[in-house]
């Protein structure tokens, strides 16, 4: 364990780059692998290639500009996911519907039956079933 310590000290190790390169060259071997394409078995091998070269880079600053770009587009894909994720989570306890009169976007808790609903927008008043 000392001998893969003082091998590590000095070198770069993981970061969120490294990991998206792992989990990458994953999602290409098992695609290649099914649909039997081997170029993309060759791309995930530069996948993994390069996510143990940066993890054993001594080029700390380098590899720290490349995951602060990699960062810059990966954070907003991420809470652009996480917003989709959390709105198809909450269909399992929602009901979202438009209002008849004003089109105005409202949502009710399922499995309540037929109940009475107040737009909030225009105050119109209607059944719903929830
Ligand atoms: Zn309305």
């Avoid at 970061?15 to 170029?39: H, P, S, Y």
């Avoid at 380098?62 to 960062?71: D, V």
Wanted: charged share 20%; net charge positive; hydrophobic share 35%.
């Amino acid at each position: 364990m000392n001998g893969f310590r003082n091998f590590m000290t000095g070198r770069y190790g993981t970061d969120q780059l490294t990991v998206a390169l792992i989990i990458l060259g994953m999602v290409l071997t098992f695609t290649g692998d099914v649909f039997n394409l081997n170029l993309l078995t060759l791309i995930s091998y530069a996948a993994f290639l390069m996510s143990i070269y940066r993890t054993l880079s001594k080029n700390i600053i380098a590899r720290r500009k490349e995951n602060t770009k990699f960062l810059h587009y990966w954070n907003p894909a991420k809470d652009w996911l996480s917003t989709k994720y959390s709105i198809l989570k909450s269909n399992k306890s929602y009901k979202y519907f438009k209002c008849p009169n004003c089109k105005q976007e409202l949502r009710v808790p399922r499995g309540r039956g037929k109940i009475s609903v107040t737009c909030q927008k225009c105050h119109t008043k209607f059944i719903q079933k929830s």
